[in-house]
Nanobody, 127 residues
Framework: EVQLVESGGGLVEAGGSLRLSCAASGFTFHNYAIGWFRQHPGKEREGVSCLSSNDGTRYYSDSVQGRFTVSSDNTKNTVFLQMNSLKPEDTAVYYC????????????????????WGKGTLVTVSS
C-alpha cells in the first residue's frame, strides 16, 4: 500500500520560508510523478509543483514559479518543497500526491492524474 506522509507545515509571516517534506513508502513502480498540491478553503485543489521520475524534470505553477523549489532525496524516498517569499495567498492545506507512469510534461500538475494522496499539512502565512 502506497503511503504519503507530509510534514513541515505551520505558521509563518509573509516573506518567510517553510520547507515541506513528503515521505513516500510502499510503492514498487519505477516510473512515477510526485507532486505538491494545495487547497484554499472553498476552492478546488490546485497543482503547485511536480517532479517526474523519468528525467527529473520539475514543473511549477505560475503562482509559485521562482519562489518554490521541489527536490527529492531518493535514498529516503522523500520529496521536499522549499517555499520562499511566502505570501498570505499561499495559505492553504498542502498535499503530497503520486501518480504511476511516466510523465514528460506538466500534466503531473493536474490533480486528476494522481493515484495516491497524503492527508495534507496546513500552511498559514500571516500578513
Amino acid at each position: 500500500e502506497v503511503q504519503l506522509v507530509e510534514s513541515g507545515g505551520g505558521l509563518v509571516e509573509a516573506g518567510g520560508s517553510l520547507r515541506l517534506s513528503c515521505a513516500a513508502s510502499g510503492f514498487t513502480f519505477h516510473n512515477y510523478a510526485i507532486g505538491w498540491f494545495r487547497q484554499h478553503p472553498g476552492k478546488e485543489r490546485e497543482g503547485v509543483s511536480c517532479l517526474s521520475s523519468n528525467d527529473g524534470t520539475r514543473y511549477y505553477s505560475d503562482s509559485v514559479q521562482g519562489r518554490f523549489t521541489v527536490s527529492s532525496d531518493n535514498t529516503k524516498n522523500t520529496v521536499f518543497l522549499q517555499m520562499n517569499s511566502l505570501k498570505p495567498e499561499d495559505t492553504a492545506v498542502y498535499y503530497c500526491a503520486m501518480a504511476r507512469g511516466g510523465y514528460y510534461s506538466d500534466l503531473c500538475l493536474k490533480s486528476v492524474e494522481m493515484d495516491y494522496w497524503g492527508k495534507g499539512t496546513l500552511v498559514t502565512v500571516s500578513s
